[in-house]
């Protein structure tokens, strides 16, 4: 066989060199940005606002870096216009190199999950705030994750914010319920199970809330609801979060509520609690929880029992 020239036999093995992209000099939107990369690509978006539509959700066709020049304060996704809008949809088959980092996801809502839907996906979410996001809509019985929505998948919040976000049961002919104020954690499905690290996160002033109503409600975990064991949150803080059900003006416990900060299934490591509450578990209501040197701090159960 004739020897193939040195030169051409270098070319066949180099490796595809990684882009990088800048938003807005080479592309108006980031979906169009999204839709013009290729799988390792990186998108560095520009300070500014940029809006996300009803209809306009963002998605990922394959694993990339989605980041900020300049940090999360300066470069805000929101949700535009008074329709329900979810701001991202991170379907299967995304892993760990789908990176977001230094992003502010704001205002998006929807009926579960107003920022982010993951539906068995595994992205890292890097430094990236989430506020005032919203899940449940005038006509939702549950609503599930104010700012995020983890059907199945293993996502990774790092140094990430979460501030005044809120699930909200606000369809009080239909027995409402709410679910995770800031992130609601499902318990995976038959193939793909539901995994979760939070890591020197914070949790602002989230709400599980159905106060709106006068009968039979129900809210549990202000900040984060877990259904999964294999979630960990570890150097996080958790502070003003609550889990509240309706109270009538003569101060009669009409629907009930769980979990100031965290309810459910995990481990929580080296975490600050300080003014979360609710009506039983102020700070946490745990379902075969981990708790190993946390801090409590003026957390309050208001009706039942475990502040």
């Known amino acids: 066989m004739r020897p193939m020239p040195l030169a051409l036999v270098a070319c066949a093995a180099a490796p595809s060199l990684a882009d990088t992209?800048?938003?807005?000099?080479?592309?108006?939107?980031?979906?169009?940005?999204?839709?013009?990369?290729?799988?390792g690509d990186e998108i560095v978006v520009a300070d500014g606002e940029y809006t996300v539509a009803a209809g306009e959700t963002i998605s990922f066709p394959?694993?990339?870096?989605?980041?900020?020049?300049?940090g999360s304060d300066a470069c805000i996704i929101r949700r535009?216009?008074?329709?329900?809008?979810?701001?991202?949809?991170?379907?299967?088959?995304?892993?760990?190199?789908?990176?977001?980092?230094?992003?502010?996801?704001?205002?998006?809502?929807?009926?579960?999950g107003g920022a982010i839907f993951i539906d068995g996906a595994d992205?890292?979410?890097?430094?990236?705030?989430?506020?005032?996001?919203?899940?449940?809509?005038?006509?939702?019985?549950?609503?599930?994750?104010?700012?995020?929505?983890?059907?199945?998948?293993s996502p990774t919040f790092l140094g990430c914010s979460f501030v005044e976000n809120i699930a909200r049961g606000w369809a009080?002919?239909?027995?409402?319920?709410?679910?995770?104020?800031a992130v609601?954690?499902?318990?995976?499905?038959?193939?793909?199970?539901?995994?979760?690290?939070f890591r020197g996160c914070r949790f602002i002033?989230?709400?599980?809330?159905?106060?709106?109503?006068?009968?039979?409600?129900?809210?549990?975990?202000?900040?984060i609801y877990s259904n999964s064991k294999d979630v960990v949150v570890a150097d996080c803080e958790f502070r003003g979060n609550t889990a509240l059900g309706a109270q009538t003006t003569d101060g009669e416990y009409r629907g009930s509520g769980y979990g100031g900060a965290f309810y459910g299934y995990?481990?929580?490591?080296?975490?600050?609690?300080?003014?979360?509450?609710?009506?039983?578990?102020?700070?946490?209501?745990?379902?075969?929880?981990?708790?190993?040197?946390?801090e409590f701090q003026a957390n309050a159960a208001v009706r039942d029992c475990g502040g």
């Open 21 to 39: 992209i800048h938003l807005p000099a080479d592309y108006a939107t980031i979906q169009a940005a999204i839709a013009a990369s290729s799988a």
């Open 266 to 294: 995990g481990t929580i490591d080296r975490s600050i609690f300080t003014a979360n509450r609710s009506y039983g578990g102020g700070a946490v209501f745990g379902r075969e929880a981990g708790i190993y040197g946390c």
């Open 172 to 181: 009080c002919d239909s027995d409402p319920m709410s679910f995770g104020g």
């Open 205 to 223: 002033g989230n709400r599980a809330d159905t106060t709106r109503c006068s009968d039979f409600n129900h809210a549990e975990g202000g900040a």
């Open 184 to 197: 609601y954690i499902g318990a995976g499905t038959p193939d793909t199970d539901s995994r979760a690290l």
């Open 80 to 112: 535009s216009g008074s329709a329900a809008a979810r701001l991202m949809h991170i379907d299967a088959g995304r892993t760990a190199a789908l990176v977001i980092e230094g992003l502010t996801l704001a205002g998006g809502l929807e009926a579960d």
């Open 123 to 153: 992205p890292v979410f890097d430094s990236c705030t989430f506020e005032g996001n919203a899940a449940g809509l005038d006509d939702t019985a549950d609503a599930h994750g104010g700012a995020v929505y983890v059907a199945a998948g």
């Open 62 to 70: 394959h694993d990339l870096t989605l980041r900020s020049a300049s």
